[in-house]
Antibody, heavy 122, light 108 residues
Framework: EVKLVESGGGLVKPGGSLRLSCAASGFSFNNYNMDWVRQVPGKGLEWVSFISSSSNTISYAESVKGRFTISRDNARNSLFLQMTSLRDEDSGIYYC???????????????WGQGTTVTVSS | EIVLSQSPDTLSLSPGDRATLSCRASQIVNRNNLAWYQQKPGQAPRSLIYGASNRATGIPDRFSGSGSGTDFTLTISNLEPEDFAVYYCHHFGSSPDTFGQGTKVEIK
């Protein structure tokens, strides 16, 4: 079964740090690009960051650039998001998602984890 | 940045009705980079449509996508009770990825 499982969320004070993890299973993780997407409960989806399969290409939303760092460990089938200088507005559910792009089709985010909740509050 | 605007914000329909959801891009986009997702309360989004018109694995054929240029449509024919949810369009391929604000399909 293809699966993504996030962990590492929690309550943190403004200015604090948190590291999210996403464990992948059931597919060849090293062949896929990955994204982080967040969502304030009751609101829409916001793309956060992207990393290519070999980590050669990385991009961030302007709202997190300079504060968040995406990385991956293909040997451990894991994706990470290091979050620093956290703000109230960073609170939300953080999803990791597989981005499937092949030679013949561009599928978008075809597999999503269940999400991990980050709460930034004093 | 490509801005996606979905309409309407809310669609109130009955089971068996046809739902037509719109997604308009702020500039012409490659339809291969346009996807749709469904999200139910308390759940992660689920892939519905990729490449503007291709159903993802396991998606029933009452879901269809169409469009090109700046205007895209998700149609759900013959709404089933499990189809009442929020739907998002998504553009990718040029950073940043962007999502529409969502259309909620609710039971009338």
């Amino acid at each position: 079964e293809v699966k993504l499982v996030e962990s590492g969320g929690g309550l943190v004070k403004p200015g604090g740090s948190l590291r999210l993890s996403c464990a992948a299973s059931g597919f060849s993780f090293n062949n896929y690009n990955m994204d982080w997407v967040r969502q304030v409960p009751g609101k829409g989806l916001e793309w956060v960051s992207f990393i290519s399969s070999s980590s050669n290409t990385i991009s961030y939303a302007e709202s997190v650039k300079g504060r968040f760092t995406i990385s991956r460990d293909n040997a451990r089938n894991s994706l990470f998001l290091q979050m620093t200088s956290l703000r109230d507005e960073d609170s939300g559910i953080y999803y990791c998602a597989r981005k499937k792009i092949t030679a013949t089709a561009r599928y978008g985010m075809d597999v999503w984890g269940q999400g991990t909740t980050v709460t930034v509050s004093s | 940045e490509i801005v996606l605007s979905q309409s309407p914000d809310t669609l109130s329909l009955s089971p068996g009705d046809r739902a037509t959801l719109s997604c308009r891009a702020s500039q012409i986009v490659n339809r291969n980079n346009l996807a749709w997702y469904q999200q139910k309360p308390g759940q992660a989004p689920r892939s519905l449509i990729y490449g503007a018109s291709n159903r993802a694995t396991g998606i029933p054929d009452r879901f269809s996508g169409s469009g090109s240029g700046t205007d895209f449509t998700l149609t759900i024919s013959n709404l089933e009770p499990e189809d009442f949810a929020v739907y998002y369009c998504h553009h990718f391929g040029s950073s940043p990825d962007t999502f529409g604000q969502g259309t909620k399909v609710e039971i009338k």
